[in-house]
């Protein structure tokens, strides 16, 4: 009879060691919106940049841009404002259903802007600025396209 307990206890036993690991190992799958701020954070060196379509680079030579996962943002490399803060946060617009639109993010100064692309190395925006009333007597309202690097 001892035998018997003993090996109903010992098949208990490893049953639960079995059953109780079960699943507890996966993590959830990233959400598109994680995935895309995964690839847009980092240092972003500026490439050229264009403002409705004439090349303004020297405007903004030395820039970096640097985005995080928790949604913000710097530029260093000297003083771009108004058309980049020193720093932010943003968001991804949201469409019509009230989902995460990741190519578009809203800045905290409520400027939309466009990720045209984004890789690895590479990473290209486009807004229009208009926000700023005297942009016009500075020549700085328009469409702005930005390429970096990393």
Do not use: H
Not at 31 to 39: D, F, P, V
Not at 52 to 71: C, E, F, P, Q, R
Not at 78 to 107: A, E, L, M
């Amino acid at each position: 009879m001892r035998k018997y307990t003993y090996l109903i206890t010992l098949l208990a036993l490893a049953a639960v060691f079995t059953f109780s690991n079960c699943g507890g190992d996966e993590t959830p799958e990233k959400t598109e919106a994680e995935k895309r701020l995964e690839e847009l954070a980092g240092a972003w060196n500026i490439s050229t940049a264009t403002l409705d379509g004439a090349d303004v680079s020297s405007d903004y030579a030395n820039m970096i841009l640097t985005l995080t996962t928790s949604k913000g943002f710097s530029v260093s490399g000297g003083d771009f404002t108004p058309i980049w803060p020193s720093s932010g946060t943003f968001s991804f617009k949201q469409d019509g259903s009230g989902n995460d639109d990741i190519n578009t993010i809203v800045r905290n100064d409520d400027v939309e802007i466009t990720i045209s692309s984004v890789s690895q190395s590479n990473l290209n925006l486009a807004f229009s600025f208009a926000v700023s009333p005297p942009c016009r007597a500075k020549g700085i309202c328009g469409g702005y396209v930005f390429t970096f690097t990393k």
